[in-house]
């Protein structure tokens, strides 16, 4: 059985930081690429950030600078370090195996200003 799990969100202040982890069972997870998407409230989902299995990555614009996404495959996990949090970075932010086409059940991070 296939489980991609969140965790790390939370509720933080305008100018801070949080990191979410992504914790996969069930995949290959060491040539799986991941991403990390996100969906803020009536907007469509959209990618923030993405690995290859060979550590290439990619971001949003919108978060260039401020987030870096990262893996250990040691620990099946990939997180996703988010810097200098704005308001409009509040969103339910989601895990995938994009090799897989799975994902995760979502984690809520609220950034207050």
């Known amino acids: 059985q296939v489980q991609l799990v969140e965790s790390g969100g939370g509720l933080v202040q305008a100018g801070g930081s949080l990191r979410l982890s992504c914790a996969a069972s069930?995949?290959?997870?060491?040539?799986?690429?991941m991403a990390w998407y996100r969906q803020a409230p009536g907007k469509q989902r959209e990618l923030a950030a993405a690995?290859?299995?060979?550590?290439?990555?990619n971001y949003a614009d919108s978060v260039k600078g401020r987030f870096t996404i990262s893996r250990d495959n040691a620990k099946n996990t990939v997180y996703l370090q988010m810097n200098s949090l704005k308001p409009e970075d509040t969103a339910v932010y989601y895990c995938?195996?994009?090799?897989?086409?799975?994902w995760g059940q979502g984690t809520q991070v609220t950034v207050s200003s």
């Open positions: 069930g995949i290959a997870f060491s040539v799986s690429a």
């Open positions: 995938r195996s994009t090799s897989y086409n799975y």
């Open positions: 690995i290859t299995s060979g550590g290439y990555r």
